[in-house]
């Protein structure tokens, strides 16, 4: 069982710059690739960028590519999202998940834990 907290969002102008954390609690963390989604109102939830156990390679959304950053540091249990020249249409909930996968998952059904959500919102 892995409970996963997210933190970091708020409210940013265009252009700005945010950095999400999420961080795990148990002992495997390191057992699990993560990733971040992303929802809007009336949309369904995607995939922004996940990584994998050990941080080695990263899938990045082509909306994302350039301007976010995953990362994962295994001794603090938590996983970063740094995302620079936010753009309005970059506005929704962003959650954190954990794959039990041994490949990176790019889709919210290989995702077996959730965090609750932060809100993330890009003014014009």
């Known amino acids: 069982q892995v409970q996963l907290v997210e933190s970091g969002g708020g409210l940013v102008q265009a252009g700005g710059s945010l950095r999400l954390s999420c961080a795990a609690s148990?002992?495997?963390?390191?057992?699990?690739?993560m990733g971040w989604f992303r929802q809007a109102p009336g949309s369904e939830r995607e995939i922004v960028a996940a990584?994998?156990?050990?941080?080695?390679?990263?899938y990045y959304a082509d909306s994302v590519k350039g301007r976010f950053t995953i990362s994962r540091d295994n001794a603090k249990n938590t996983v970063y999202l740094q995302m620079n020249s936010l753009k309005p249409e970059d506005t929704a909930v962003y959650y954190c998940?954990?794959?039990?996968?041994?490949?990176?998952?790019?889709?919210?059904?290989?995702?077996?834990?959730w965090g609750q959500g932060t809100q993330v919102t890009v003014s014009s």
């Open positions: 998940a954990a794959s039990m996968s041994y490949l990176v998952s790019t889709k919210p059904a290989g995702y077996k834990y």
């Open positions: 148990g002992r495997t963390f390191s057992s699990y690739g």
């Open positions: 990584i994998s156990r050990s941080g080695s390679s990263a």
